[in-house]
């Protein structure tokens, strides 16, 4: 139905910078929510950045300032950029997508495979 592959994740510095993608495919006919989660190790699962079809964002207040979530509603993409990474951000990073497939009036969420994101010196 739906597939979301993520790619950009890894060992960072503190202080460096990292960006995540997500590219959603399947049967869509409709995203509505885009964002990121992350989850440590011993830890719930957490929203990072949210984006909606509308344009508006929201961000966790562990990263406002240090994070800009972008989305292209055409390629079905959302960008996470996060800066001045701290050891606290290390986590398994999540995308997810609201969407509407085809034969279905309703949206369901659905979560990539996650991509570890490490930092540390």
């Known amino acids: 139905q739906v597939q979301l592959v993520e790619s950009g994740g890894g060992l960072v510095q503190p202080g460096g910078s990292l960006r995540l993608s997500c590219a959603a495919s399947g049967s869509i006919v409709s995203i509505s929510t885009m964002g990121w989660y992350r989850q440590a190790p011993g830890k719930q699962r957490e929203v990072v950045a949210t984006s909606t079809s509308g344009g508006s964002t929201n961000y966790a207040d562990s990263v406002k300032g240090r994070a800009t979530i972008s989305r292209d509603n055409t390629k079905k993409t959302v960008t996470l950029q996060m800066n001045s990474l701290k050891p606290e951000d290390t986590a398994v990073y999540y995308c997810?997508?609201?969407?509407?497939?085809?034969?279905?009036?309703?949206?369901?969420?659905?979560w990539g495979q996650g991509t570890q994101v490490t930092v540390s010196a």
């Open positions: 997810y997508a609201g969407a509407m497939v085809r034969d279905r009036s309703y949206y369901t969420g659905y």
